[in-house]
């Protein structure tokens, strides 16, 4: 059973890496899962948590290139979306990398601030910060079921 721990914690830790970039599915299912399955609620916060800053902090990193070709290909956000929430994300940098996490907008919310040039501290430590709370909020509600 201790192998199964350790590769499930990877799992969710590739899923949440994952669900922050290409793949469009819930890492949240994963956790819900494991929590319910016996595995320690921190040690799968804190992977999860982990897994998709590094996730999000990747899609900063493509919009930091400026690659569009990438961007378009491999993230799937057109250049037309970005340049739509351009002022918005100029002005409120470390709120919309704390709210990186939202289905549907938060990878353009990283990209974007990857392609202004945002501060990278600033944007790593908001993204973790709302990455984290998204989890922990996530495996309270979680532990009220199971």
């Known amino acids: ?14 899923a949440s890496f994952l669900a922050a970039t290409v793949v469009p599915f819930s890492s949240e299912a994963i956790l819900t899962f494991l929590i319910a399955n016996g595995t320690d609620v ?6 999860a948590s982990a897994g998709n800053w590094l996730g999000g902090m990747s899609s ?9 070709e990438w961007i378009e290909k491999y993230l799937r956000i057109k ?4 340049e739509k929430w351009h002022n918005r994300l100029y002005k409120r940098g470390a709120i919309f990398a704390f709210l990186s996490w939202v289905p549907g ?3 353009i919310f990283a990209v974007g601030l990857g392609l202004l040039r945002a501060n990278i501290w600033i944007t790593a430590i908001a993204m973790l910060a709302g990455k984290f709370m998204r989890y ?4 309270w509600l979680s532990g009220l079921v199971f």
């Open 1 to 14: 059973m201790e192998g199964l721990f350790d590769y499930s914690l990877w799992g969710l830790f590739l």
């Open 42 to 47: 921190t040690s799968a916060v804190l992977v």
């Open 60 to 68: 900063f990193t493509i919009g930091y290139l400026g690659k569009w």
């Open 79 to 82: 250049r037309e979306t970005i």
């Open 105 to 107: 907008v938060g990878d």
């Open 136 to 139: 922990v909020v996530w495996a």
